[in-house]
């Protein structure tokens, strides 16, 4: 592999731990990815897969392509504060740290007067555990082309990207897909407990609903359709589904589901505001 390309993960989470699965010896050479976490007993499973680890900032910093912040919002200002003596010109950043602005973080970690420009913010999904993530992302006006389709390769390694224009745009990805997955796992819990209510054993109900859910979902991305002519063709004028549906409608569904992702729209954009300060 010529000129192989060197990723840091400044934070080695859960969703480091994700990425970096799905980077490495696919992008690039595992050990060409390096850790850096203060978590001394997370060390040993970066080790075991061949990449290389560290406690705090150093030299091999400098040596990485990309930077990918992986740490909780609340802490990255001095994150930020420790890795920047070692960020060269041509580092792309990469944040996957949710709330955070990408203009706050450009003024971390540019000069007072000179915001870092190659800077992608990402938003992706607790799914992307599992390779299904979901991840919605905004570049800043100095990230080149090459440098979002190597953004796009990163991310994409866990599952899909979604480009959108900016952080205001990424509040509705937060909202609906950063926290999308807990809307789904709350249908499931009370799906699951309407079954055993019904007389099912709990892995009666459990195998249904999430087969039930598999199953719709990748019916509804493989039709052509919309999922409102989806609903209609499972609906039997006065079958067991229009009942069931007559009282989704009857409780205001949609628009409880519209007061939540707003919801959560809106706290995202607090969260923003209260890290910026």
Known sequence: MENPLSIAFIGGGNMASALAVGLADKVCPAHNIHVLDTNDQTHAAW???????ASAPDAALSRCRVWIF??????????????RPWLEPDTLVISVAAGLRADTLAGWLGQPDQPWGRLVRCMPNTPALVGQGMTGMAALDGVSAADRQLAQTL????GEVVWVADDAALDAVTALSGSGPAYVFLFLESLIAAG????????????LALGTFAGATSLARAAEEP???????VTSKGGTTAAALAVFEQS???GIVAQAVEAAARRSQELGEEFGK
């Open 155 to 158: 991310l994409g390694a866990v």
């Open 252 to 254: 205001d569904l949609r």
């Open 196 to 207: 055993q209510a019904q007389g099912l054993t709990p892995e009666q109900a459990r195998q």
């Open 47 to 53: 080790l075991a897969r061949g990449m290389t680890v």
């Open 227 to 233: 999922p409102s002519v989806l609903r209609e063709r």
């Open 70 to 83: 992986a740490v909780k919002p609340q802490v990255m200002r001095d994150v930020v504060q420790a890795v």
